[in-house]
């Protein structure tokens, strides 16, 4: 059984601080990790996709990837109120995707203004 | 713009009844997806499709099967409604693979089972 863990929150950062969220896997042969934000009410979209060891960047959102410790974070730096959200982590499994994506339970995010 | 439709945002059914969860993608996408979303457990997958008339299990089919019978419609069918699928239901598609990781996902159906 694929597992993507999160921490579930809520995490609380003060306006324009840098919000780190976490994630982990428990299918080492995992090969793509995603970023899902979901606002309340609404339907996820998609934020972040990294393949590779080390940090993407885009924009104010970075994200990071190391599969040696199985572990992916999404850094969000200068955070807006608007940030607030909950944050899914989302990983392809060593199936190559034949069985869709595997979802954590995500991370609620609260940006205090 | 990609647009992934659910039929019905809101639907109340009793127990035992059948409901069918209707949606419809306009990007001619290859690959749908049905979820349901309950507080504490996430995002889990029902069932998904690849291509016309061709279905898989995702990681909780029972109590639930699906059709799709034309390339932009797919549809989630509950035979007997239980109170334990009370819910949250979200169709996505994607083009191409999953690996590119790119879902886009309907506004959900929230369903509520008496």
């Known amino acids: 059984q694929k597992e993507v863990e999160q921490n579930s929150g809520p995490l609380s950062v003060p306006e324009g601080a840098i919000a780190s969220l976490n994630c982990t896997y428990s299918?080492?042969?995992?090969?793509?990790f995603f970023w899902y934000r979901q606002y309340s009410g609404k339907s996820p979209e998609l934020i972040m996709f990294?393949?590779?060891?080390g940090d993407k960047e885009d924009g104010r959102f970075t994200a990071q990837l190391n599969k040696a410790s199985q572990y992916v974070s999404l850094l969000i730096r200068d955070s807006q109120p608007s940030d607030s959200a909950t944050y899914l982590c989302?990983?392809?499994?060593?199936?190559?995707?034949?069985?869709?994506?595997?979802f954590g339970k995500g991370t609620h995010l609260i940006i205090q203004p | 713009d990609v647009k992934v439709t659910q039929s019905s945002r809101y639907l109340v059914k009793r127990t035992g009844e059948k409901v069918f969860l209707e949606c419809v993608q306009d990007?001619?996408?290859?690959?749908m997806f049905w979820y349901r979303q309950d507080p504490g457990l996430g995002l889990r997958l029902i069932y998904f499709?690849?291509?016309?008339?061709?279905?898989e299990k995702g990681d909780i089919p029972e109590g639930y099967s699906v059709s799709r019978e034309k390339k932009e419609r797919f549809s989630l069918i509950l035979e007997s409604a239980s109170t334990n699928q009370t819910s949250m239901y979200l169709c996505?598609?994607?083009?191409?693979?999953?690996?590119?990781?790119?879902?886009?996902f309907g506004e959900g159906s929230r369903l509520t089972v008496l």
């Open positions: 996505a598609s994607t083009a191409g693979t999953v690996n590119t990781g790119e879902l886009f």
């Open positions: 990007m001619d996408h290859e690959n």
């Open positions: 299918d080492r042969g995992s090969q793509s």
């Open positions: 989302a990983v392809v499994g060593s199936g190559g995707g034949a069985d869709g994506l595997t």
């Open positions: 499709s690849y291509d016309v008339k061709m279905k």
């Open positions: 990294i393949y590779s060891n």
